[in-house]
C-alpha cells in the first residue's frame, strides 16, 4: 500500500489547514489509518487514527477540540481537518495505516506498516 499525504503549508496562529492521505489500494476501508507528526526535537507523536471499517476514531488530548479525522469522500481518502492552528502545532505530519493493528496499539507508531512521506505544516505566531 502506498500512501500519499498532502495539504500542509504554512498558516498563522489560529488559521486552519486540511490534511488529505489518499491510498493506492482499493481495499483502503479494510484499514486502521493514523496520523502523526514529528519535528526535530520530538520522537513521533500520534496525533489522531480512525478505523475505517466501522468509522470508530481518537484523538490526542493535545489536539482534541482542534483536530478532526474523518473518511474523505472517495473510498482511498483519510482527511485531517486542523483548526485553531498553534505555533507547537509545527511539524511534518504523516499518515499511516495498518491491517492489523488492535485497538490498543493505535497510538504507537510501530504498529503501522505503511506510511507516507510526510508533509510540513507551519504554523506562525
Known amino acids: 500500500v502506498q500512501l500519499q499525504a498532502s495539504g500542509g503549508g504554512l498558516v498563522q496562529a489560529g488559521g486552519s489547514l486540511r490534511l488529505s492521505c489518499v491510498a493506492s489500494?482499493?481495499?483502503?476501508?479494510?484499514?486502521?489509518v493514523g496520523w502523526f507528526r514529528q519535528t526535530p526535537e520530538k520522537e513521533r507523536e500520534f496525533v489522531a487514527v480512525?478505523?475505517?471499517?466501522?468509522?470508530?476514531?481518537d484523538i490526542a488530548e493535545s489536539v482534541k477540540g482542534r483536530f478532526t479525522i474523518s473518511r474523505g469522500s472517495a473510498q482511498n481518502t483519510v482527511l485531517l481537518q486542523m483548526n485553531n492552528l498553534r505555533p507547537e502545532d509545527t511539524a511534518v505530519y504523516y499518515c499511516a495505516a495498518s491491517s492489523t493493528v488492535i485497538q490498543s496499539n493505535t497510538a504507537s507508531h510501530t504498529a503501522y506498516a505503511y506510511w507516507g512521506q510526510g508533509t510540513l505544516v507551519t504554523v506562525s505566531s
Open positions: 489500494t482499493d481495499t483502503f476501508s479494510r484499514y486502521t
Open positions: 480512525i478505523k475505517l471499517r466501522g468509522g470508530r476514531t
